[in-house]
């Protein structure tokens, strides 16, 4: 049973009164010690790990095709969603609604959300949390608000734009054809004129043919 000590009036901890946030597993950490030797590392360094372009990213899920790294990826996002939620939201109408990995968008802005506040947690001044606070965070509750509104703060609803989506996927054809169209006009049009010239041919003039080459009437 907790004790008024442990628990406050509105049900929340009391202690600590301010939670660190979500640390990434040991792979995510490799992903991003790996990222600041393709910055920072010297030519050795760089050749080790291959091109920079191909290297995972935590803040771009979709550039994380190893397995294990992508669920360790997931485990670290719901746990920073969670610490979202708890320190630093109090109007319900901000929280961050327990299906966030069935709407694509949450889910890319929250990897992004995440990355920023674990570099700006890792410097040496206050600097970039300030910049976390004030910006990145704001940005991220207001673009939540706006795209859900309040379809998912009770039970979360089927993709509104679907119907839509469906339409543009039927539309695929029609606009391969139009790619297609423009890209063969402008093929044409960078095509080099034709420099052959019509061979000479007879003439009919007052109902005889004249060669136009020795001028001879037949």
């Known amino acids: 049973m907790s004790t008024p000590h442990q628990t406050g009036e509105q049900g929340r901890r009391r202690y600590p009164l301010a939670r660190p946030f979500p640390s990434p597993g040991l792979l995510i950490v490799h992903a991003y010690r790996e990222l600041d030797i393709a910055l920072n590392g010297d030519d050795a360094q760089r050749k080790a790990i291959g091109h920079p372009s191909k290297l995972p990213r ?6 994380i095709e190893d397995p294990p790294m992508r669920a360790e990826l997931w485990e670290w996002l719901a746990a920073v969603v969670e610490w979202v939620n708890t320190e630093h939201v109090w109007d319900p109408s901000y929280l961050v609604p327990p299906c966030w990995p069935a709407h694509p968008h949450l889910v890319h802005e929250i990897a992004v959300l995440a990355d920023q506040r674990q570099k700006a947690g890792q410097a040496i001044a206050s600097d970039a949390l300030e910049e976390w606070h004030r910006y990145a ?7 939540r608000k706006t795209r859900l509104r309040t379809a998912c703060d009770s039970r979360h609803h089927d993709w509104p734009a679907r119907p839509a989506h ?6 695929n054809e029609h606009r391969a054809r139009q790619y297609t169209g423009d890209v063969d006009h402008h093929r044409h049009l960078l095509q080099p004129p034709d420099q052959t010239q019509p061979g000479p041919h007879l003439r009919i003039v007052d109902g005889h043919r004249i060669d136009p080459q020795t001028g001879e009437v037949r």
């Open 137 to 143: 965070l704001p940005a991220f509750f207001d673009r």
């Open 166 to 171: 469906v339409r543009f996927q039927d539309a």
């Open 58 to 63: 935590p803040w771009d899920p979709g550039s």
